[in-house]
Antibody
Framework: EVQLEESGGDLVQPGGSLRLSCSAVGFRFSDYGMYWVRHAPGKGLEFVAAISSNGGSIYYADFVRGRFTISRDNSKKTVNLEMSRLRTDDTALYYC?????????????WGQGTPVTVSS | EIVLTQSPGTLSLSPGDTATLSCRASQTFTRGSLAWYQHKAGQAPRLLIYGAISRATGVPDRFSGSGSGTDFTLTISRLEPEDFAVYYCHQYGDSPPYPFGQGTKVEIK
């Protein structure tokens, strides 16, 4: 069974930094693209960042480019999101997501999310 | 940049009814890379449909997707109590921004 477990969410002040991690079990991690998607209070789902199976292709939403960095460690089966220069509108539940196939097959499996609150 | 517009915002229906949810794209997709997700409060979103028409593993056949080009539909036949949730369409393609629609809430009438 595919399981994704996010961690690292916290309360942080505007301008601060945070590192989110996602641990994966139940599938061959190195075969799949991985994503971060967020859900802000009262809003819809929003793509944040993507990384291909070998880490060779990385994409970001415009609103996080230059502030967030996605990475993965296939030996540890983890994907991370380094977040810096956080803003109040980054407040959201952040989900780790597995692709349905190696790449661009749909967002098949989701973790339960880790909450990030940016507030002074 | 593709924008997805879902309608209606809210559907008020009774168990046993049929729900018809619409998703309109601002431009044509390549490869029909349109997905639908179900999202319940406090739970992770669930992939229902990919490739506009294909059901994901384990999804009941009362969920069906249709459409192409810029107009897509999710139909839920014979609504069960557990189907009342928020539904999102999503364009996943080859490269971002991978937009989501704003969601349609299916609520109990």
């Amino acid at each position: 069974e595919v399981q994704l477990e996010e961690s690292g969410g916290d309360l942080v002040q505007p301008g601060g930094s945070l590192r989110l991690s996602c641990s994966a079990v139940g599938f061959r991690f190195s075969d799949y693209g991985m994503y971060w998607v967020r859900h802000a209070p009262g809003k819809g789902l929003e793509f944040v960042a993507a990384i291909s199976s070998n880490g060779g292709s990385i994409y970001y939403a415009d609103f996080v480019r230059g502030r967030f960095t996605i990475s993965r460690d296939n030996s540890k089966k983890t994907v991370n999101l380094e977040m810096s220069r956080l803003r109040t509108d980054d407040t959201a539940l952040y989900y780790c997501v597995k692709d349905r196939i190696r790449w661009s097959g749909g967002f098949e499996s989701w973790g339960q999310g880790t909450p990030v609150t940016v507030s002074s | 940049e593709i924008v997805l517009t879902q309608s209606p915002g809210t559907l008020s229906l009774s168990p046993g009814d049929t729900a018809t949810l619409s998703c309109r794209a601002s431009q044509t997709f390549t490869r029909g890379s349109l997905a639908w997700y179900q999202h319940k409060a406090g739970q992770a979103p669930r992939l229902l449909i990919y490739g506009a028409i294909s059901r994901a593993t384990g999804v009941p056949d009362r969920f069906s997707g249709s459409g192409s080009g810029t107009d897509f539909t999710l139909t839920i036949s014979r609504l069960e109590p557990e189907d009342f949730a928020v539904y999102y369409c999503h364009q996943y393609g080859d490269s971002p921004p991978y937009p989501f629609g704003q969601g349609t809430k299916v609520e109990i009438k």
